[in-house]
């Protein structure tokens, strides 16, 4: 009966500890997306019509990256042609700053296809 006790106990004590370091990491992490987020003056959709008007296709995923002490929305759109572009977005002036294809993703795509 204790030693059954006793392992309940450890396995709650286990599985709060693990909650506590999970939560830890993700609000330290939060800041720093927060920040971004709030100094960025082109909201993601304004951000992702930009990229449809340049690239036509499906959006995939839009974020917001630090590049080059620059705030860039970069989002992925998948082409008719099945390639991934990436759209760079400045997040204070809300211009296309660049337009590539994302290699690595789009050599992952071709091989599920």
């Not at 693990?18 to 993601?44: D, H, Q, R």
Request: aromatic share 4%.
């Amino acid at each position: 009966m204790c030693k059954g006790l006793f392992t309940r106990i450890w396995l709650i004590v286990l599985v709060v500890t693990a909650g506590a370091v999970t939560m830890t990491e993700y609000t330290c992490a939060e800041p720093n997306k927060v920040e971004k987020a709030a100094s960025a003056k082109v909201p993601i959709d304004e951000a992702i019509t930009l990229a449809r008007e340049k690239v036509s296709g499906t959006v995939i995923q839009a974020g917001l990256e630090q590049k080059h002490d620059r705030l860039i929305w970069e989002v992925e759109v998948v082409t008719p042609e099945k390639r991934v572009m990436e759209i760079h977005i400045d997040a204070h002036m809300g211009t296309v700053t660049d337009v590539e294809e994302g290699k690595e993703k789009s050599k992952r795509m071709q091989r599920r296809n």
